[in-house]
């Protein structure tokens, strides 16, 4: 399968190579990174601009070629960052508002530079699957650091190999969280949804082409997810499958038989006692009070318990993740009820922070996606959002797997939001 794969990509032009580079290197958000004036430079980033260049250089040579025509649904973007950019009046950190504006201007037009690139292909549909299977290549690439560093950490081996923070060893915690090469197990259990949803959504095996592929894959992305702790990710993660479950059910019964289910099953098994022996054996007590449950398997499970509403007193008391959230999205709400426009037409773009009390980094946020919109853009910039991605996906036909694998993955985002 990677050697038709890699046979597919050879034959692509440049732009489109970017673009497979450009998905290959989402995740890497944190491994390798640098900082420069406060700017963190990404893979992606890097990638994004060179795309953007050769796309342009492209446009440029081929300018007689046929025009696409934007309709009303594909010109959201561009409504929400002239929203953006009128928001400059009533903005109090006007830094942070040319920050935040550069960036949707680039993510926008990176969104519109892709778009452009998938349709004009000559095979549309292929350049899709291939950017697809990218992401699932990246993702194993990912998960498989993933497990060196949760294994590594626990049998000891320095930070500077397995590439921990410490905020997540066993030292602290008793066990690793696996954040990989992301900055936070969240973030890396958010990526990982993405291919979750649309490998759950490939009943037809069209996207992995055999079934063992598909089924050993969404099951190391559940370990993955499961190991990081990251709870409202697992809490996505059960829903997502439950509605794929679902989705699947006709095709499944064609392709399993005893024999295969017995198979997968004992499979599954193997890998759960050598996840418990490796917790049993080797997790620590850890040093934080606030997650210093019994050594061993009551690690996981003790972190597990705190997911609402299971959360006892002690835990609703503690200076937990869980807590510092809800902290966050009551300032969120106090910024919103300061007065009527607020709810309106928001604080201004990056203006977030700047209307806290105290104020916060331009940075700071509420950990709630819409919520966050709702403060910055208000219920008009918030609206132009929901309308441009509903319209995206009711545009759709949900029997496609990529269609209904993205709506999976928003529906998994939204719930962990």
Not at 11 to 16: A, M, P, Y
Not at 59 to 88: D, E, M
Request: hydrophobic share 50%.
């Amino acid at each position: 399968m990677l050697r038709k794969f890699f046979g597919d990509v050879k034959r692509l032009n440049l732009s489109e190579k970017l673009l497979l580079a450009l998905a290959f290197s989402l995740p890497f958000e944190r491994i390798p990174t640098f900082d420069v004036s406060g700017l963190t430079i990404k893979p992606s980033l890097l990638i994004g601009i060179v795309l953007i260049i050769v796309s342009g250089v492209n446009t440029a040579k081929n300018s007689g070629s046929k025009k696409h025509k934007l309709n009303v649904i594909s010109l959201g973007p561009y409504l929400l960052l002239a929203y953006s950019l009128l928001t400059f009046f009533w903005s109090v950190d006007k830094a942070s508002w040319f920050k935040s504006n550069l960036i949707l201007g680039f993510v926008i037009l990176l969104f519109y530079e892709i778009w452009r690139i998938i349709i004009e292909s000559s095979k549309p549909k292929e350049i899709l699957r291939l950017i697809v299977q990218t992401i699932f290549v990246s993702s194993l690439f990912i998960i498989g650091f993933g497990f060196f560093q949760w294994f590594g950490d626990l049998l000891g081996l320095p930070a500077i190999l397995t590439g921990i923070r410490p905020e997540y060893d066993a030292v602290r915690l008793g066990l690793p969280r696996m954040h990989s090469v992301l900055l936070e197990p969240l973030y890396f259990s958010l990526f990982l949804l993405l291919p979750l949803g649309l490998s759950l959504a490939d009943r037809k095996n069209e996207l992995f082409k055999n079934l063992t592929y598909r089924v050993g894959f969404i099951a190391l992305i559940y370990r993955a997810i499961l190991l990081s702790l990251a709870r409202g990710a697992i809490v996505s993660s059960i829903i997502m499958g439950f509605i794929a479950f679902f989705y699947n059910f006709s095709e499944l019964k064609k392709q399993l038989d005893s024999k295969s289910i017995f198979s997968y099953l004992g499979v599954f098994a193997l890998l759960l006692v050598v996840i418990i022996s490796a917790v049993s054996l080797l997790g620590k007590k850890g040093t934080d009070d606030d997650n210093n449950y019994s050594k061993g398997i009551g690690t996981l499970t003790g972190h597990l318990e705190t997911i609402r509403p299971w959360g006892n007193a002690k835990d609703k008391a503690d200076d937990n993740s869980i807590n510092s959230r809800d902290v966050a999205r009551q300032e969120a709400k106090s910024v919103l009820t300061k007065n009527s426009s607020n709810k309106l037409f928001g604080v201004g773009a990056g203006q977030y922070g700047a209307n806290l009390s105290p104020a916060k980094e331009s940075n700071a946020t509420s950990n709630f996606v819409a919520l966050d919109v709702w403060v910055q853009y208000g219920l008009i910039g918030l609206g132009i959002l929901v309308f441009f991605g509903a319209s995206l996906v009711l545009k759709k036909n949900l029997k496609d797997t990529v269609s209904f694998g993205l709506v999976l993955y928003l529906v998994g985002f939204g719930i962990q939001s």
